[in-house]
């Protein structure tokens, strides 16, 4: 099995891989402090730390100020992970180590034919900065709770 096919297939696992949103209770063992996005059914959101969690609210600190949701209009919870945007990053620029392959493998083997070996480097790092930074862009936040 070649290069390409293996990260192909574990690009595919890794991101045909369904995460689930949790209970309430996920929410209720949250720590203090950490970075959250809360979500009203009503569209209002809310960008900040978490202050407190109770078995009917969440308080979320946005600047100085915090705000208090009641569990019945919370949409979606989300909290701030650093490791997902590492790993976002990582799957971006895999995506882009096996476009760079296939594309060196059929249209870099005509243009070396035509202009040598030049620009083959340019076949890798351009795919690779392309889909890493596409990477990049894509969400650091973890869904911990949404409603049904």
Known sequence: MTLAVRVFLFVGVVCGTAVHAQTWDTVRALQTGAPVKVL?????????TLAA???????????????????????????????RRARNIAIGAGVGLAVGLVVDGTLGTYLRN?????LRPLFYVAPIGLFGGIGAALSPYRTVYRIK
Request: proline letters at 0%; a positive charge; zero cysteines.
């Open 53 to 83: 969690v109770g078995a009917d609210s969440v308080t979320v600190r946005t600047g100085k100020t915090e705000v208090a949701v009641e569990r019945s209009r919370v949409r979606r919870v989300q909290v701030r992970s650093g490791a």
């Open 40 to 48: 009203e059914t009503g569209g209002a959101e809310h960008k900040g």
């Open 114 to 118: 035509e202009s040598g070996d030049q």
